[in-house]
């Protein structure tokens, strides 16, 4: 790359709003409650914060279902909340990245209410209505993906209108020209404020293919997570790329702002067409989300990543949790040895170039929760009937302090119950104590940050056994950082001298004159020539 800019390396961690930290005793996280809590951010080690949507909304989908881009929901709190946040991060050298909604809006949006009250307003055409099938049911036989059709009839007119997730979440017709205006003011709104870049959410979406013609009834995701390989109608169309050039002509007009996409797909080379100097600066990079703790899985997809996305322009990112999956602690088993392959994974992303991406509180080793069905609230969940769990287990408040019920959170009823790790991980629990996973992050942090600016972003692969996972990146004074991951079920050896800088957790992890020792589900990283 022939510029370094802030967010090619950035450690970003991922504020769920709603979860954070209450102020005013409501139940429900707001920005005042993430601005008293910055400090432990900075303290933490991250370099920004990305913050998920905070504005008006009628909360159909937590906030997803955007009323008004360009104002603060009063359950969050206002827009000089949302000023006193970005002034207060940057005092504290943290930046501060804001959540778009571009796919959709709320359907109390007041474009779609001026639709929905006169059909024949030009308004309508600024969302994807559609008369009915020959059968007098949807137009086409597209899928929510929170289940169900993926259109509701308008009763007035008869019409159906499109909404890929719930019906309160109408799809905007990107083929119109006021559509693109809208969305480049609201750009610019939050530049001026001073944000330092952009989450887009499904970033792969935007565009429908013209004709909304059936999705082949043959295909079928062979993987839940991608929802977007057996909907090849209404995902990834070739106009949306276009978007973002235009979107990165506006961000390059101010101070080394970042765009980075939720494109949610499972192939590497469809999702780093969305990356480039012309275009996002970043895309989440997801398959290690669906992909098993192993060492022979990990080296073929971070190879294929660093390929796709170490580019000119454009850096990889890595993520293994976020508000809509699993937390990986409990993928990789859960209880303490699920939370020791947890760390030890993270420490092997940490080593890599590019952005790690980081959900809040999985610096407290938090699982995920079992949240009881009459106080589920995801959407997934109440679409489903209760037949699937939804997401909320991922979202559960942040447990600050040991004392029930509100563990420092809330004054008031969290507006999703703690469940019963929340006194024993809180962060209160955890400071002080140098064998807990929050001090195993902060030391994992600093360390990466000492290191960073002098190390090469090529990678180099070591070979050792099948259950390991090592490669190398050279220091510019001729040292290289290596990490070393043993997936196995075993204690094994690595053949290496070096001197030990950092362990993801267990203690018996050591290195001597010519070998690593290393436990099962365990991470080293080590200053060694090789």
Same mark, same amino acid.
């Given at each position: 790359?022939?510029?370094?800019?802030?967010?090619? %390396? !950035?450690?970003?961690?991922?504020?769920?709003? =709603? +979860?954070?930290?209450?102020?005013? *005793?409501?139940? /429900?996280? @707001?920005?005042?409650?993430?601005?008293?809590?910055?400090?432990?951010?900075?303290?933490?080690?991250? %370099? !920004?914060?990305?913050?998920?949507?905070?504005? =008006? +909304?009628?909360?159909?989908?937590? *906030?997803?279902? /955007?009323? @008004?881009?360009?104002?603060?929901?009063?359950?969050?709190?206002?827009?000089?909340?949302?000023?006193?946040?970005?002034?207060?991060?940057?005092?504290?050298?943290?930046?501060?990245?804001?959540?778009?909604?571009?796919?959709?809006?709320?359907?109390?949006?007041?474009?779609?209410?001026?639709?929905?009250?006169?059909?024949?307003?030009?308004?309508?055409?600024?969302?994807?209505?559609r008369k009915p099938g020959p059968d007098g049911g949807p137009p086409n036989n597209w899928e929510s993906v929170f289940g169900g059709p993926a259109w509701s009839r308008d009763e007035a007119s008869g019409e159906y209108y499109l909404h890929l997730f719930d019906r309160k979440q109408p799809d905007f017709d990107w083929r119109h020209p006021a559509v693109h205006e809208e969305w480049e003011r609201i750009l610019h709104f939050w530049l001026d404020r001073g944000v330092d870049g952009f989450r887009i959410d499904v970033a792969h979406g935007l565009y429908k293919q013209a004709a909304l013609t059936d999705h082949p009834p043959s295909l079928e995701s062979q993987d839940a997570l991608f929802h977007a390989s057996a909907a090849p109608h209404a995902w990834d169309q070739p106009e949306v790329v276009d978007v973002y050039r235009r979107w990165r002509q506006i961000t390059d007009g101010y101070t080394d702002r970042v765009m980075v996409g939720e494109v949610f797909l499972s192939q590497l080379e469809r999702v780093a067409r969305f990356v480039g100097p012309d275009r996002l600066h970043q895309s989440f990079n997801f398959p290690l989300l669906a992909a098993p703790l192993d060492a022979q899985t990990w080296r073929r997809l971070i190879t294929a990543s660093l390929a796709a996305f170490?580019?000119?322009?454009?850096?990889?990112?890595?993520?293994?949790?976020?508000?809509?999956?699993?937390?990986?602690?409990?993928?990789?088993?859960?209880?303490?040895?699920?939370?020791?392959?947890?760390?030890?994974?993270?420490?092997?992303?940490?080593?890599?170039?590019?952005?790690?991406?980081?959900?809040?509180?999985?610096?407290?080793?938090?699982?995920?929760?079992?949240?009881?069905?009459?106080?589920?609230?995801?959407?997934?969940?109440?679409?489903?009937?209760?037949?699937?769990?939804?997401?909320?287990?991922?979202?559960?408040?942040?447990?600050?302090?040991?004392?029930?019920?509100?563990?420092?959170?809330?004054?008031?009823?969290?507006?999703?119950?703690?469940?019963?790790?929340?006194?024993?991980r809180s962060v209160a629990a955890q400071e002080g104590d140098p064998g807990s996973t929050l001090a195993f992050y902060r030391r994992a942090l600093a360390q990466r940050r000492a290191l960073r600016g002098g190390l090469d972003r090529t990678v180099t692969w070591l070979d050792g056994p099948p259950d390991v996972l090592a490669y190398a990146r050279r220091h510019a004074d001729g040292d290289a950082l290596v990490c070393?991951?043993?997936?196995?079920?075993?204690?094994?050896?690595?053949?290496?001298?070096?001197?030990t800088l950092l362990v993801s957790s267990d203690p018996a992890a050591t290195a001597s004159a010519d070998a690593l020792t290393l436990p099962a589900g365990t991470a080293m990283w080590v200053r060694a020539q090789v």
């Open positions: 790359m022939t510029e370094a800019h802030w967010w090619q %390396d !950035a450690a970003v961690y991922q504020v769920y709003v =709603r +979860s954070f930290a209450d102020s005013d *005793g409501d139940g /429900v996280g @707001d920005l005042p409650g993430i601005t008293a809590r910055l400090p432990y951010l900075a303290d933490l080690g991250v %370099d !920004a914060v990305w913050v998920t949507p905070f504005y =008006r +909304s009628p909360m159909a989908d937590h *906030g997803y279902d /955007v009323a @008004d881009q360009c104002d603060v929901d009063p359950m969050f709190g206002t827009l000089a909340d949302a000023d006193r946040l970005v002034t207060a991060a940057h005092a504290l050298g943290l930046r501060v990245i804001v959540d778009l909604v571009p796919n959709h809006s709320s359907d109390e949006h007041p474009w779609f209410q001026e639709a929905l009250r006169d059909p024949s307003s030009r308004l309508r055409e600024r969302y994807l209505f170490e580019v000119d322009g454009a850096a990889p990112t890595w993520v293994l949790s976020n508000h809509d999956v699993i937390r990986h602690a409990t993928r990789y088993g859960g209880g303490e040895q699920g939370r020791a392959r947890a760390r030890a994974a993270t420490l092997t992303l940490l080593g890599l170039p590019g952005s790690p991406y980081l959900y809040q509180g999985e610096e407290l080793g938090l699982e995920q929760d079992d949240v009881p069905g009459p106080a589920r609230q995801d959407p997934i969940w109440l679409r489903s009937g209760g037949t699937v769990p939804g997401r909320d287990g991922a979202r559960t408040p942040m447990p600050w302090t040991a004392q029930a019920p509100g563990h420092g959170f809330s004054s008031g009823t969290p507006w999703l119950p703690f469940g019963g790790q929340a006194a024993e070393v991951l043993n997936t196995g079920e075993a204690t094994t050896t690595f053949a290496l001298p070096g001197a």
